[in-house]
């Protein structure tokens, strides 16, 4: 039913990966990091977007201008925002990369290979992770025609955006796919396919729950929280432990770093509305951390009495006075505790590596997300 | 004595869809549900069954026993799944309402959840080539991927030069169905041989078969009725594709030209440029261009060591030409 859709998760009409401005620490950590690697990442990527599929779909994207096909919000985001860390993961994939030093075996033929302490096939892997991620960005940005309503401008504005949609993504992926293939390393390219296979499975359910139903724990929190937000990442570094032939060990502290800093971010993301706010109206998702903890606390009897305060006629939301009934428990708290935690467990990660400028930057990562 | 290619194969291809399924085993139910959905064993395992004649042939070509490598079965369920992905992201980008006689997925679940099914079955298929272990298998096949979305973004485009828009049409066709098969072919082949000789005809086999299973499929768009193919026919017209048949007419047809340029988006253009076609000889000479990909076809097989599975490969190209769904 289509109030159904409307109450709960806010759903692609509000869909925007730029909601939540930054902590202003985090971008000088950000641009501080990109020095250490020898680069600005937002250069990654270009060689993809240069090619004639991606220019003819901008083409086609243009004529998208003044619908509210999501796909227009990510594709401006591209053109006009390198600051907001749409390459983050790339960025600790080079980092890590940098942190772990060279491989073990100087009898190995990539040993020399190293430029700025990083390896070619390590480079690649980062740009391959921001291809991935950003793939799904883009096919998340699809939208269920069945929902659409007069509202949302001409059905085949939102056809033709979809179609956009599909077709940039599928290139994005098939150019990671053969971008996996060149590493000659069977185990990458197995790896960094079940991070696509998990990250499918943790995006899987956003947008279709339904603001009363919804189950999740804080435990299955952040198993879902984990594929959809943290899988990709914590492979890939992983991956790139593997690439300079580092034993299980690193790998396994680069895959823990990873996890954890993803998980912060994510908590980070989802509590700056609770803890920042001014008098700014909120909106934020229903999925989000502080308020699936507060769920939990309150109980199904209460959650439900609570949401009838906070509805209007129409059955929608006011997200301001929810999140002011959010903040009287302790959902808020329980999440920053969270956040603290994995933050911290990203910071012992990194412990186990030889100080440098790259585990540096990658620590102060780990303290940023915990900031706000 | 010939064996017919079905028969041959039906042993390895038997719990190939079984086998699929293990490899998109996933906890969330309905996720699951999604994947499996084509893989009911209803489809015509077209693409498994070349696949492993293909491999048997090689494997008899170089000395070792006809019976297929692990390795070389796993191809076989790569290459189906590969496939499968492609049609669910297709039947998004065309908005099809159905496909083998059951409604398309994102007419059941929607578009979102549609793409997601099919970016999973990718993922799967990934790591099973993974798994195989050898990283030129990887690259062959990984290019097929790139292949099919660059087919996918030829078809947003019209060619304005008639000349052109064949060369395209042959192209895209290529990237679109033929690279699948033969760079499958081409895989198994590199499983047991080392002779880059041999990969050659395993891939140009694929390649002129693959052609001509596509021209064959663009003219039953034009001459089968909706029933037998489980979709609707002049299907490719009302999606704005001029495929052989029309490209064809056109010679005893100019009007098709303006047409073809505005992708038969007027009122009525589908059904006059269907009476064109039928009234000109565009079916016919698509179907000698068939034949003449099949005659390649048999021409590179015919060089592999003579098999069982070998001339069932040569058969094979008559039971495409004879295609009726």
Redesign the interface.
């Known amino acids: 039913m289509a109030w159904r859709s409307r109450l709960s998760y806010i759903g692609w009409r509000h869909l925007s990966i730029f909601s939540n401005p930054s902590p202003s620490n985090w971008t000088k950590v950000v641009s501080d990091a990109e020095k250490i690697v020898g680069y600005p990442t937002s250069f990654m990527s270009l060689r993809c977007l240069l090619s004639d ?1 991606l220019s ?1 779909v901008a083409m ?1 994207v243009r004529k998208l201008v003044g619908t509210k096909h999501p796909l227009l919000n990510t594709a401006r985001g591209f053109v006009y925002d390198s600051r907001n860390n749409l390459q983050m993961r790339g960025l600790i994939v080079l980092l890590m990369s940098k942190a772990a030093g060279p491989c073990p075996s100087t009898s190995d033929p990539i040993h020399d290979s190293m430029v700025s302490g990083i390896y070619p096939s390590q480079r690649n892997l980062a740009e391959i992770t921001e291809l991935i991620h950003t793939a ?1 960005l883009v ?2 940005g ?6 659409w309503t007069n509202s949302d401008g001409p059905l085949k504005d939102m ?1 033709f955006g ?2 956009m949609a ?2 940039s ?3 994005l ?3 990671a ?2 971008g ?3 590493l ?4 990458v ?2 790896l960094i ?2 991070a ?2 998990d990250v ?2 943790g ?3 956003e ?2 729950t339904s603001a009363e139903e919804g189950s999740l724990t804080v435990a299955s929190w952040e198993d879902q929280t984990f594929l959809s937000h943290g899988a990709l990442l914590a492979k890939s570094c992983q991956a790139a432990m593997k690439l300079a032939r580092h034993g299980n060990e690193s790998q396994n502290l680069a895959f823990q770093y990873g996890k954890h800093l993803a998980l912060g971010h994510k908590l980070n993301s989802d509590l700056h509305t609770f803890v920042k706010s001014g008098s700014e109206p909120a909106v934020f998702s229903l999925d989000s951390a502080p308020v699936v903890f507060h769920r939990q606390i309150v109980g199904p009897e209460r959650w439900r009495h609570q949401l009838k305060q906070v509805q209007n006629m129409a059955r929608q939301i006011d997200y301001t006075k929810l999140r002011g009934l959010i903040k009287t428990e302790r959902g808020v708290s329980q999440a920053l505790d969270l956040c603290s935690y994995h933050g911290n467990k990203a910071l012992e990660a990194m412990k186990c590596f030889p100080p440098s400028e790259a585990r540096s930057a990658l620590e102060n990562m780990a303290c940023a997300v915990t900031k706000f | 004595d010939l064996k017919d290619p079905f028969s041959l194969a039906q042993k390895d291809l038997q719990n190939l869809y079984e086998d699929i399924k293990k490899q998109l085993l996933v906890s969330k139910a309905e996720l699951n549900a999604l994947c499996d959905y084509y893989f009911d064993g209803k489809g015509k395992a077209f693409r498994p069954m070349i696949v492993i004649l293909m491999a048997r042939a090689c494997n008899v070509h170089s000395n070792k026993e006809g019976a297929l490598l692990p390795a070389q079965r796993s191809i076989a369920m790569i290459s189906e799944m590969i496939h499968t992905a492609s049609l669910v992201h297709d039947d998004v980008i065309d908005d099809s309402d159905t496909r083998r006689g059951k409604n398309t997925i994102n007419k059941v679940w929607g578009e979102r959840k549609a793409i997601l099914a099919g970016d999973f079955i990718l993922s799967a298929a990934s790591m099973a080539l993974a798994r195989i272990g050898n990283t030129t298998v990887v690259s062959v096949l990984s290019q097929v991927i790139e292949d099919l979305v660059r087919g996918e973004f030829m078809q947003l485009g019209a060619k304005e030069n008639e000349n052109e828009r064949f060369k395209h049409y042959l192209e895209k066709t290529f990237k679109k169905t033929a690279s699948l098969i033969a760079n499958s072919c081409k895989a198994v082949s590199i499983l047991v041989n080392s002779d880059p000789e041999v990969h050659e005809i395993a891939y140009q086999y694929g390649r002129n078969v693959g052609i001509a299973f596509q021209l064959v499929d663009d003219i039953l768009d034009f001459t089968s009725s909706a029933n037998l193919l489980g979709k609707p026919s002049a299907a490719d017209l009302k999606l704005g594709l001029a495929t052989g048949p029309v490209l064809f007419a056109c010679q005893q047809f100019p009007e098709l030209h303006a047409m073809i340029m505005r992708r038969f988006s007027s009122d009525g253009d589908v059904d006059r440029a269907w009476q064109y076609v039928l009234k000109s000889d565009g079916v016919e000479q698509t179907n000698y261009l068939a034949q003449h990909y099949c005659q390649e076809a048999i021409g590179q097989i015919s060089q592999l060591q003579q098999s069982t599975e070998r001339d069932a490969l040569i058969q094979l190209t008559e039971l495409v030409l004879r295609r009726d769904k």
């Open positions: 599929e003819n086609h799904f096919h998340r699809i939208v269920n025609l069945k929902e056809q979809n179609k599909v077709l993504g599928d290139f992926l098939a150019n796919c053969t996996l293939a060149q000659n390393d069977t185990k390219v197995e396919s079940s696509i296979g499918v499975q995006i899987y359910h947008s279709s």
